[in-house]
């Protein structure tokens, strides 16, 4: 939560800034600022609203100063007012700061600042603090400070009497840097520094960081001079770009075919999963007895489509766990446990704290991550990326499909390290997966149909998803993904579970989209819609059939195609999120930046 960009080089700081934030601006999004330090003297511009309130703000400016950072804010210690954005400034310190100072009242009281505050942030405590013990040395009143502080940060930091120079500091927070032709940047993440390179470094936590124009000087706080590993992404520029989409959501929707084939094909060999080529050690398999799943949200959904297939084909039992609510557990795992934890990001911050619990407890910890050395990444023991490329949109979708796909090689490498499947039957499944992304490209087309059930959804305070077994799985993800960008309240039921309360629910026009791609249990479902259809629903029903025999269950069908059962999730995934999506846009909102949200969530 909260992007934050540092510059210093031979090139105009604020474009760098301002186009570095409105690439970081998914983080977080209330209000947006930026200091420009020249010879002698810091020049603040901040106030709410997003990055394009903040261009407004500073357009006169035409200062050529080279040296500045920004910060775009999700609001956490203070309102959404123009004094709590970011950078904060004390006496002869700025600064801009993500993460969340837990101790920062203690602080205020042990060193009498509370005259001296000027907004409620808990970061303007730690410029404060910083102003009182520097002397001339930067980097001495940095370890002073960085003693004191409880809790996690991201800190760039400049000094009014030190013309061209950003120090930064991390602890748990995110933070990459890099040196380049134009200089040197520090950011939140890559997204904000791909226009200039495709190499940096993670800041490691608890070294200091010292950039100016002719490079990046890393020292741990015993003075040591250290080079952290260069890394390097495969994606570019047009990656983080629209591409001619109104939104990101849409373009990452549209990008899924490719994730996956760019996820699955590298760890296929010969018609088999392979994970030579990641590390991946098929002792974890062949000695896990059950497996453990933890995430959040929409990438905890896709843990429990791994589940699925994984109890449904293998039997080996799979507890899915919230991480937010596992790492306050004493959970019941052990070195017999295979803990797989999932996150687009790397960086969520309940998911990091899970894993680390999962480990003391003995368990091998291997991960599905999207974004390339994030501290997720790091922690654990074993890593497989995904490479869905930059999703920028707040709405997860494609990391999403890809989290499955890669659950679904895993469970395939499962299944034959542990001969629970034959050969055959996993080059089967394989050719099977291989065909999930032709399954999404077909599913898209039904766009026009998805747009007329959105018109009908956004009339609606509340719609319902119902489905059994993996289309109930899928339901969840539905239901998160309508709540969080179009604000229409959805839940998912059980679709037998509806008579024991919330079928009082249903009445007239309320929209129920029903998942009925599960041939085992389809005519249940069929049952289930004729309940809420007697009630008069408007029923959206999802089927792998080309004709349903009784139009009267249904106002809306969309098709999916004839796949074998575990394989509908491509195809449900897409017509959930493109449900979504364009309720939200008919809606008229801002679909990738939904109120209160923030893509990357590293404050607990
Ligand atoms: O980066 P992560 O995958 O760890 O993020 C987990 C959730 O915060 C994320 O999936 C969230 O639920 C999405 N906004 C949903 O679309």
Not at 89 to 110: D, K, P, S, T
Not at 227 to 245: M, R
Not at 523 to 549: F, H, P, Q
């Amino acid at each position: 939560m909260c992007g934050i960009i540092g510059f210093t080089g031979n090139m105009p700081a604020k474009d760098v800034i301002l186009n570095g934030l409105e690439r970081l601006e998914y983080r977080g999004y209330d209000s947006a600022g930026m200091a420009l330090l020249e010879d002698g003297g810091i020049t603040l511009f901040k106030r709410t609203g997003k990055v394009a309130d903040l261009r407004t703000l500073c357009a006169n400016d035409n200062s050529p100063c080279t040296c500045g950072i920004g910060h775009t804010r999700w609001a956490t210690h203070g309102g959404v007012t123009d004094v709590n954005a970011h950078p904060h400034l004390a006496g002869n310190v700025v600064l801009i700061h993500n993460g969340i100072i837990e101790n920062y009242r203690q602080l205020i009281v042990e060193y009498g600042l509370a005259d001296k505050l000027v907004s409620e942030t808990d970061s303007e405590v730690v410029a404060q603090l910083l102003n009182i013990f520097y002397d001339g040395d930067p980097i001495a009143a940095i370890k002073k400070t960085i003693k004191l502080l409880s809790g996690a940060f991201a800190l760039c930091i400049m000094f009014k009497d030190i013309p061209g120079k950003i120090f930064a500091i991390r602890n748990v927070s995110p933070m990459i840097a890099t040196s380049c032709e134009q200089g040197s940047i520090i950011a939140s993440d890559l997204t904000a520094v791909i226009a200039f390179t495709k190499e940096y470094f993670v800041v490691p936590e608890y070294h200091i960081l010292t950039l100016s124009d002719d490079g990046i000087v890393v020292e741990d706080l015993k003075g040591n001079v250290t080079k952290p590993e260069i890394l390097s992404v495969n994606w570019d520029i047009t990656d983080a770009q629209k591409g001619g989409y109104p939104f990101f959501m849409l373009k990452e929707i549209f990008e899924q075919p490719d994730a996956i084939r760019n996820t699955i094909a590298p760890r296929i060999e010969n018609g088999l999963p392979d994970f030579t080529e990641d590390g991946i050690n098929d002792d974890i398999f062949a000695h896990c007895k059950r497996i453990c799943v933890v995430a959040c949200g929409t990438a905890m959904h896709a843990g429990m489509v791994g589940k699925n297939l994984i109890e449904e084909k293998l039997r080996i039992p799979v507890q899915v766990e919230i991480a937010s609510e596992f790492r306050y557990k004493n959970p019941i795992i052990d070195e017999n446990t295979l803990t797989i934890v999932l996150s687009q990001s790397g960086e969520t911050i309940d998911t990091l704290e899970a894993l680390k619990l999962a480990k003391t407890f003995g368990s091998k910890v291997l991960s599905i991550v999207n974004v390339k050395g994030s501290t997720i990444a790091r922690e654990s023991d074993y890593v497989l990326y995904t490479h869905a490329g930059p999703e920028i949109a707040v709405a997860s979708t494609k990391a999403y499909t890809v989290q499955v796909a890669a659950m679904y090689l895993i469970a395939c490498r499962i299944g034959l390290v542990k001969a629970l499947m034959t050969e055959g039957e996993a080059r089967q499944f394989i050719s099977k997966l291989q065909s999930a992304p032709n399954i999404i490209e077909e599913t898209l087309k039904h766009a026009d149909t998805i747009k007329r059930v959105a018109n009908q959804i956004k009339l609606s305070p509340d719609a319902f998803y119902i489905g059994r077994g993996l289309d109930y799985v899928m339901g969840l993800e539905a239901a998160l993904k309508l709540k969080e960008i179009s604000y229409v309240h959805a839940e998912a039921y059980a679709a037998g579970e509806l008579k024991h309360g919330t079928i009082a629910l249903i009445t007239e026009n309320v929209p129920v989209i029903a998942f009925a791609t599960q041939e085992k249990v389809y005519e249940k479902v069929v049952s289930n819609i004729r309940e809420v259809k007697a009630r008069g629903a408007y029923v959206v029903l999802v089927t792998m059939d080309e004709a349903v025999n009784d139009p009267n269950i249904c106002d809306q069908h969309i098709r999916v195609p004839r796949v074998s059962s575990e394989f509908t999730a491509f195809a449900t995934a897409v017509i959930l999120q493109m449900l979504a999506y364009y309720t939200s846009e008919a809606k008229g909102l801002d679909v990738d930046k939904p109120r209160n949200l923030a893509k990357s969530v590293t404050v607990e």
